[in-house]
C-alpha cells in the first residue's frame, strides 16, 4: 500500500509502518564498506536535521541550497527541510562556480549544504560574490576547512545543533499549517542554450506524481532500488520519492563511475537511467561477446534471435509466442541470458524507468531481448518527470515513450508540438514571469518545445523543436536522432552533428580511445599519442564503414559524409555540456570553429 503523504511527514509516517526494516543501504564518503539505516533510524536523523536547521535560523518556504553527488546527507537534507516547510534548491555536483553563484543568487540562499572538497572549494571561492550566503554545511568529514572559515561546519556538527529535538513542538506545528501549495523545490534546468531557469515544483505538484506513476509503475516494498543518477535530476528524484512512498529500499550510489560494481555488489531489482546507460551496456555485452570463440559467439546471436522474436515480435505486441519458441526462448534464458544479467548484477531484476533522451531501437531491443523490462518513458523537469511510460506487463511500442499517466493532458498542436497541462505541471519559473508567459499557451498548456505524435494511444516523440537543423539546400535535420543511431557503435563515445545552414551533414566524434589504440595495435598501426590515432586514415576509413552501416536507414540528406576525430573529450569545464551531460551545440560550434570550416572546405 503506497503512503503518500506531505512531503514534510513523509518518512515519519512510512517509518512508522516499517519501522526497524532496512531503509537505506548506503557508503560514507571515500569508504569502502556498505552501511544500511532503518527506516526509523532515517525518520529519528530526519527529525533532528528539522531541530537544527530551525536553531539555525531557517525559515518556513527558505530557499537552502544542496551542492552535492548522492548521499545519506543529502537525503536527511531534503526531508530535514520539507519537514519545517523550508523550499530544497538541488545543486548538480559537477556545476561550475558560475553557476553556482548565479543560483545562488538568484534564490537568495542563505545556507548552503555541500558535498566533497570540490564543492567545498567552489562554494568558498564564490562567496565573497554572494552577499546572501551566511552559512556552509560540509557533508563530508574528511574535507578540509580553510583556515580562517568562520561560517562552515560539518554536518556532523550541524547535527548536534538538534540533538535531543529541542523544538520538536515548533517542528510539528510547522507540518500542522503544511500545505499542497508550498513549494518543495526549485529546480534548476540545465540550460543548453543560456542561463539556466528555476523550475518551480510543489508539495502538491509531488503528491499529485506520486499518485499517478503508483498506478502505472509497480515498485513494492520488495524491491531494492539503486539510485544512480543524481538526486539533483527530477527523474531521479521523483523517482526515488515513488519508492520511498511504497517502502522499497534504497542503495545510494555516489560516485556514477562505481555503479557497475554497486551493482554488482548490491543486486538491485530496480532502477532508473538515461539511455547513454543502457548503451554503454550493450556496447559492454558485446565487445565480450566479438571477442569469445566462435562457437560462443553463434550460440549468443542465435539466443539474442530467439529473445528478439520471443519479446518483441510476440511479448511486447500482447501475443502468446508458440509453445516451440517459448520453450527455447526459456532454456536459452536460463543457460544463457541469465549469464549475462549475473554478469551486471541484475539477476532479480524486476523493471528498469529510462528516459531522458532518445532511446535508439536497437539498444531497446537488446536489453528486452535479455529479459531485462526496460520501461521507457517521456518528462521533463517542468512536469515532475513522468508525462508518458510503457506498462509492465502490457504491450508496447519499440521507439514509443509510452501511455499517457493518469490526470495529465497530453495534446499536440497544429504545429506538432507536445502540450500539457495537469496537477503536475510548474506553475512557472523563479524570477521568470516573462519566461513563464512564454511557456503556456493562452488555454494554459505548458509548451514542452518536444515534437510528437500519438499513434494507438502511444505518444511517439520526433525532435526538439529548437534542435532541428536547416542545411543550406532547405533540408531539415534533427541531429540527436542521428547522434542516438551513431552511439551505439562501441567505438563512439559522444558525437555532436553539424548541419545547420551547412550544405552537408558532418559530425565531431570523441572515439572510444581505449579500444581504438586496442584496434591499432591488432592491426599493426604504429602511433605514438592520440593525435596520431585521429589522424590515421586507416583508422579513419575503418570507422567510416562502421558509420555507413549504422546510417543505412537514413535518407542521404540526413547521412554524416564527413567526420572530426577529437583528441579530448567535451567537458563540463569547457561549457560544452550541461550538467546532465547534453551537448552545448553553440559553445561546440565556437570552441570547434576551425575543426568544423575544414570539414567544408572543397
Same mark, same amino acid.
Given at each position: 500500500?503506497?503512503?503518500?503523504?506531505?512531503?514534510?511527514?513523509?518518512?515519519?509516517?512510512?517509518?512508522?509502518?516499517?519501522?526497524?526494516?532496512?531503509?537505506?543501504?548506503?557508503?560514507?564518503?571515500?569508504?569502502?564498506?556498505?552501511?544500511?539505516?532503518?527506516?526509523?533510524?532515517?525518520?529519528?536523523?530526519?527529525?533532528?536535521?528539522?531541530?537544527a536547521?530551525?536553531?539555525?535560523?531557517v525559515?518556513?518556504q527558505?530557499?537552502v541550497?544542496?551542492?552535492?553527488?548522492?548521499?545519506?546527507?543529502?537525503?536527511?537534507t531534503?526531508?530535514?527541510?520539507w519537514?519545517?516547510r523550508?523550499?530544497?534548491?538541488?545543486?548538480?555536483?559537477?556545476?561550475?562556480?558560475?553557476?553556482?553563484?548565479?543560483m545562488?543568487?538568484?534564490?537568495?540562499v542563505?545556507?548552503?549544504?555541500?558535498g566533497?572538497?570540490?564543492?567545498?572549494?567552489?562554494?568558498?571561492r564564490?562567496l565573497a560574490?554572494?552577499?546572501?550566503?551566511?552559512?556552509?554545511?560540509?557533508?563530508?568529514p574528511?574535507?578540509?576547512?580553510?583556515?580562517g572559515?568562520?561560517i562552515s561546519i560539518?554536518f556532523?556538527?550541524f547535527?548536534?545543533?538538534?540533538e535531543?529535538?529541542?523544538?520538536?513542538s515548533?517542528?510539528?506545528?510547522?507540518?500542522?499549517?503544511?500545505?499542497?501549495?508550498?513549494?518543495?523545490?526549485?529546480?534548476?534546468t540545465?540550460? *543548453?542554450?543560456?542561463?539556466? $531557469? %528555476?523550475v518551480? =515544483?510543489? !508539495?502538491?505538484?509531488?503528491? /499529485?506524481?506520486?499518485?499517478? #506513476?503508483?498506478?502505472?509503475?509497480?515498485?513494492?516494498?520488495?524491491?531494492?532500488?539503486?539510485?544512480?543518477?543524481?538526486? *539533483?535530476?527530477?527523474?531521479? $528524484? %521523483?523517482?526515488? =520519492?515513488? !519508492?520511498?512512498?511504497?517502502? /522499497?529500499?534504497?542503495?545510494? #550510489?555516489?560516485?556514477?563511475?562505481?555503479?557497475?560494481?554497486t551493482?554488482?555488489?548490491?543486486h538491485?531489482?530496480?532502477?532508473?537511467?538515461?539511455?547513454?546507460?543502457w548503451?554503454?551496456?550493450?556496447?559492454?555485452?558485446?565487445e565480450?561477446?566479438?571477442?569469445?570463440?566462435p562457437?560462443?559467439?553463434?550460440?549468443?546471436?542465435h539466443?539474442?534471435?530467439?529473445?528478439?522474436?520471443?519479446?518483441?515480435?510476440?511479448?511486447?505486441?500482447?501475443?502468446?509466442?508458440?509453445?516451440?519458441?517459448?520453450?527455447?526462448?526459456?532454456?536459452?534464458?536460463?543457460?544463457?541470458?541469465?549469464?549475462?544479467?549475473r554478469?551486471?548484477?541484475?539477476?532479480?531484476?524486476?523493471?528498469?524507468?529510462?528516459?531522458?533522451?532518445?532511446?535508439?531501437?536497437?539498444?531497446?531491443?537488446?536489453?528486452?531481448?535479455?529479459g531485462l523490462n526496460?520501461?521507457?518513458?517521456?518528462?521533463?523537469t517542468?512536469?515532475?518527470?513522468?508525462?508518458?511510460?510503457n506498462r509492465?506487463?502490457?504491450?508496447w511500442?519499440?521507439?514509443?515513450?509510452?501511455?499517457?499517466?493518469?490526470?495529465?493532458?497530453?495534446?499536440i498542436?497544429?504545429?506538432?508540438?507536445?502540450?500539457?497541462?495537469?496537477?503536475?505541471?510548474t506553475?512557472?519559473?523563479?524570477?521568470?514571469?516573462?519566461?513563464?508567459?512564454?511557456?503556456?499557451?493562452?488555454?494554459?498548456?505548458?509548451?514542452t518545445?518536444?515534437?510528437?505524435?500519438?499513434?494507438?494511444g502511444?505518444l511517439?516523440?520526433?525532435?526538439?523543436i529548437?534542435?532541428?537543423?536547416?542545411?543550406?539546400?532547405?533540408?531539415?535535420?534533427?541531429?540527436?536522432?542521428?547522434?542516438?543511431k551513431?552511439?551505439?557503435?562501441?567505438?563512439?563515445?559522444?558525437?555532436?552533428i553539424?548541419?545547420?545552414?551547412?550544405?552537408?551533414?558532418?559530425?565531431?566524434?570523441?572515439?572510444?580511445?581505449?579500444?581504438?589504440?586496442?584496434?591499432?595495435r591488432n592491426?599493426?598501426?604504429?602511433?605514438?599519442?592520440?593525435?596520431?590515432l585521429?589522424?590515421?586514415?586507416?583508422?579513419?576509413?575503418?570507422?567510416?564503414?562502421?558509420?555507413?552501416?549504422l546510417?543505412?536507414?537514413l535518407?542521404p540528406?540526413?547521412?554524416?559524409k564527413?567526420?572530426?576525430?577529437?583528441t579530448?573529450?567535451?567537458?563540463l569545464?569547457?561549457?560544452?555540456?550541461t550538467?546532465?551531460?547534453?551537448?552545448?551545440r553553440?559553445?561546440?560550434?565556437?570552441n570547434?570553429?576551425?575543426?568544423?570550416?575544414?570539414?567544408?572546405?572543397?
Amino acid at each position: 500500500m503506497q503512503i503518500n503523504s506531505h512531503l514534510s511527514t513523509l518518512v515519519h509516517d512510512v517509518a512508522a509502518k516499517y519501522g526497524d526494516r532496512e531503509a537505506l543501504i548506503y557508503k560514507n564518503f571515500g569508504t569502502k564498506q556498505w552501511k544500511s539505516c532503518s527506516w526509523n533510524q532515517f525518520s529519528g536523523i530526519v527529525r533532528q536535521v528539522s531541530n537544527a536547521m530551525l536553531n539555525l535560523g531557517v525559515k518556513p518556504q527558505e530557499n537552502v541550497g544542496v551542492f552535492s553527488q548522492n548521499s545519506v546527507q543529502y537525503l536527511f537534507t531534503d526531508f530535514g527541510a520539507w519537514g519545517i516547510r523550508a523550499v530544497t534548491i538541488p545543486f548538480y555536483a559537477t556545476s561550475s562556480e558560475q553557476q553556482i553563484q548565479f543560483m545562488v543568487s538568484d534564490a537568495h540562499v542563505r545556507f548552503l549544504f555541500v558535498g566533497e572538497q570540490d564543492q567545498y572549494d567552489k562554494a568558498r571561492r564564490i562567496l565573497a560574490m554572494c552577499r546572501t550566503l551566511e552559512r556552509i554545511i560540509v557533508f563530508d568529514p574528511t574535507v578540509t576547512i580553510a583556515e580562517g572559515d568562520t561560517i562552515s561546519i560539518y554536518f556532523a556538527d550541524f547535527l548536534k545543533l538538534g540533538e535531543g529535538l529541542p523544538r520538536q513542538s515548533e517542528v510539528e506545528n510547522l507540518q500542522r499549517q503544511a500545505s499542497m501549495d508550498d513549494v518543495a523545490n526549485i529546480l534548476y534546468t540545465s540550460g *543548453t542554450t543560456g542561463d539556466s $531557469k %528555476g523550475v518551480i =515544483l510543489t !508539495c502538491g505538484q509531488y503528491h /499529485a506524481a506520486m499518485e499517478a #506513476n503508483h498506478k502505472c509503475v509497480p515498485v513494492t516494498d520488495k524491491d531494492r532500488v539503486l539510485n544512480f543518477l543524481p538526486f *539533483t535530476h527530477i527523474f531521479e $528524484k %521523483g523517482w526515488k =520519492l515513488l !519508492c520511498i512512498t511504497m517502502g /522499497a529500499r534504497l542503495i545510494v #550510489n555516489t560516485y556514477p563511475l562505481e555503479v557497475q560494481q554497486t551493482m554488482r555488489e548490491q543486486h538491485p531489482t530496480c532502477m532508473s537511467s538515461v539511455p547513454r546507460f543502457w548503451e554503454k551496456v550493450y556496447q559492454g555485452v558485446m565487445e565480450k561477446i566479438e571477442a569469445s570463440g566462435p562457437v560462443k559467439r553463434k550460440l549468443f546471436k542465435h539466443a539474442l534471435n530467439v529473445g528478439r522474436k520471443h519479446n518483441i515480435e510476440y511479448v511486447s505486441k500482447g501475443r502468446r509466442p508458440p509453445v516451440a519458441l517459448h520453450l527455447e526462448y526459456e532454456m536459452l534464458n536460463k543457460s544463457v541470458f541469465s549469464l549475462v544479467r549475473r554478469e551486471l548484477g541484475l539477476e532479480n531484476a524486476h523493471f528498469f524507468p529510462t528516459a531522458g533522451a532518445a532511446v535508439n531501437p536497437v539498444i531497446e531491443e537488446f536489453i528486452h531481448s535479455i529479459g531485462l523490462n526496460m520501461m521507457v518513458g517521456y518528462g521533463l523537469t517542468e512536469s515532475l518527470a513522468t508525462v508518458t511510460c510503457n506498462r509492465l506487463g502490457k504491450p508496447w511500442t519499440v521507439g514509443s515513450v509510452g501511455l499517457p499517466i493518469e490526470g495529465i493532458d497530453v495534446r499536440i498542436s497544429d504545429e506538432g508540438e507536445v502540450l500539457l497541462k495537469g496537477p503536475t505541471i510548474t506553475r512557472g519559473y523563479y524570477n521568470r514571469d516573462d519566461m513563464t508567459k512564454q511557456s503556456f499557451t493562452d488555454d494554459g498548456y505548458f509548451r514542452t518545445g518536444d515534437s510528437g505524435y500519438f499513434k494507438d494511444g502511444e505518444l511517439f516523440l520526433k525532435e526538439r523543436i529548437k534542435d532541428l537543423f536547416k542545411t543550406s539546400n532547405g533540408k531539415y535535420i534533427a541531429p540527436q536522432m542521428i547522434e542516438s543511431k551513431l552511439l551505439v557503435d562501441k567505438y563512439i563515445d559522444q558525437i555532436a552533428i553539424i548541419a545547420d545552414q551547412r550544405k552537408f551533414v558532418s559530425a565531431l566524434i570523441i572515439p572510444d580511445y581505449r579500444l581504438l589504440e586496442d584496434y591499432a595495435r591488432n592491426n599493426g598501426i604504429a602511433f605514438t599519442d592520440r593525435r596520431d590515432l585521429c589522424q590515421n586514415q586507416q583508422i579513419h576509413q575503418m570507422l567510416c564503414e562502421r558509420i555507413d552501416t549504422l546510417q543505412q536507414q537514413l535518407a542521404p540528406y540526413e547521412q554524416v559524409k564527413r567526420f572530426t576525430l577529437l583528441t579530448q573529450p567535451f567537458s563540463l569545464e569547457r561549457g560544452e555540456l550541461t550538467n546532465t551531460l547534453k551537448i552545448k551545440r553553440r559553445v561546440l560550434n565556437e570552441n570547434y570553429k576551425k575543426e568544423i570550416e575544414k570539414m567544408y572546405e572543397e
